[in-house]
């Protein structure tokens, strides 16, 4: 009990005095359990740590034998209690096909610059021996984590695969705000400058989405947002006219776009990098259809904006968006190219798209080169006999046990599909 005790005061981010607390124990005495007693903060915390250091300890063993490659996502944090930490999370597929993730903290009190956070990333690998077990590290756009990643590319020991290639991916969710705030911080002619709604664009929040959501709001009541407010003028001028409305449906339609590519980009437990470029492309259009609108000269301040930022970020993309969008069988080698040419060509960029995809092609070749030498199955296996590590039925029946293990390496291949 008191290890689960232990568990609930780490997760809500309660000191260890909670289990000395007289009306906790008084709640779990009537309510719960009559004999229970108070635990004293020392009992709790040793607790704590033993269990801590026994799944550490456990975790540390998995990965001393895990010959599969994870994904890792990185950045820095700040305490409720004022302490900052570098949190590291670790993404791979098991043995049974399932994604699993930890998480590992390191303090850092020192300059977030990225030389100390290239070490820290290093020591949490490290602890975990997943120093040469790495696919790809995920980071923000801050310029410390971009000068970090140039620190882990040149640091010897650190075995990346393809040279590194595939090693960095910036977090498009973060990247896409940085537009949206880009162009939200510039006003509107016609719309912001004069009239309620100004408001919607002066909120100080971090989530363009609430402002998205203000406009919805607002757009639902237009007539009588109208009424009221052009009721209320003295000189004879109206506060809101349809101009005024279909801007801020334009506005809202935009913004939307943008939401819904940030919740995919957010995807935890479903493949969404193989869309990525799909969304991008998608934006794009979107920008450039309102520009033909009659009413896209009065947004051309705020777009412009936003395409300035996303020139600076998007301009290229990872090779690991064209691997992923290759192997998608809706879009392939082909329609990735027609898209690509569309999207350079409504940015006003010269591109090389073939050499881009031609690219993403060499690296794929290579990456199955890479695990077919991993993965060298003796036999395929038939589905009478089920007996099979790597056929078909074999692998349903492990899935629906599992507690039973599939040998490590036929996950190698699951691993990096995952990351990709």
Known sequence: MINELGKFVIANKLPFSFGESTNYEYFIRVALQPQYRRVPRNTLKCHTQQAYYAYRGNLMNVFRTFDDRVNLNSNTWTSIFGEPFLCVTVNWIDDVWFLQSIICFEA?????????????????????????????????????????????????????????????????????????????????????????????????????????????????????????????????????????????????????????????????YEPNIHMIILKYIKIIYSIKQTFETNLGALMKNVLDSVKVKWHIYFNIFPYIYGIAAILDPRVKVERLTSLLYFYYESLGINYDVAYYVNNCKNILERLCELYGAVIQPKSVGSYSKGKSRFGFHGLVLKMQRPDSSISSSSSSLSSSSSSN
């Open 108 to 268: 850092m009190e020192e300059s977030h610059n990225g030389f100390n956070i290239k070490t820290r990333i290093v020591n949490c690998c490290k602890n975990f021996n997943l120093i040469d077990k790495t696919f790809s590290i995920s980071l923000d756009n801050a310029t410390a984590n971009t000068k970090a990643m140039d620190f882990l590319k040149e640091d010897p020991f650190i075995n990346m695969l393809l040279g590194g290639s595939l090693m960095h991916v910036r977090c498009c969710a973060h990247i896409l705000s940085l537009c949206v705030h880009e162009g939200l911080g510039v006003p509107s002619d016609g719309l912001v400058r004069r009239g309620p709604l100004k408001r919607t664009f002066k909120l100080k929040c971090d989530e363009y989405g609430l402002r998205r959501k203000l406009l919805h709001d607002a757009i639902a009541y237009c007539d009588v947002l109208t009424k009221i407010y052009n009721k209320s003028r003295t000189d004879g001028h109206s506060f809101f006219t349809n101009d005024h409305w279909s801007l801020a449906m334009i506005i809202h339609d935009v913004l939307q776009i943008f939401h819904n590519a940030t919740i995919i980009f957010s995807y935890v």
